[in-house]
């Protein structure tokens, strides 16, 4: 059983790169999020999608993308790096749950490892 | 808005120790609360969850009880191992598959 598959594990870009974080989930589930993760202060919401062609900003969508063309599929592009993203991103997602509300867990990748220089 | 505060950490105990790391929230409505575990280099895991008040959610040893009249949802287990060295994450939710998160709290046991 995959779950929630990110890719790359690790990386290292140069201020104003661009890169693509890619996050792919095999159980079918509506709702996908992105998450990083920095020391002390917890995990903060960037962006989730309720289901394909659906997207919204979380708590700290600045200098971030996405897109959700597939159930399966959610990938977070970083148009311009900077210092300030270097952190950790997760991806996760979850159903509606048995009464559709979305308060279902989340099920989590194993996050990506990034580095702006 | 909402949020969830953890106890700051990091949390060092000896193997079989009593372990307590307070977790409150601020929420409107009914959240449901949720505690997760992070083990190095590994994402998150759930670790046991309530969906109501006065629900206790329990799972390897350790439980929680949601508490609405004074918005906690403290974790607990009564012996603690050297493999529970890990964070621990307290969690409401909002609905639409998203989370708030408390800051995490570092739990290290030694032998």
New interface residues.
Partial sequence: NAG?TQTPKFQVLKTGQSMTLQCAQDMN?????W?RQDP??????IH?S?GAGITDQ?EVPNGYNVSRSTTEDFPLRLLSAAPSQTSVY?C???SRGPLG??????H????TRLTVT | GNSVTQMEGPVTLSEEAFLTINCTYTATGYPSLFWYVQYPGEGLQLLLKATKADDKGSNKGFEATYRKETTSFHLEKGSVQVSDSAVYFCALTEGGGKLIFGQGTELSVKP
Avoid: D, T
């Fill in positions: 929630v589930h509506e709702y996908m999020s998450y002390g202060m917890g995990l903060r919401l989730y309720v979380g997760f996760a997602s979850s509300q979305g308060n279902s867990p989340l989590f990748g194993n996050g």
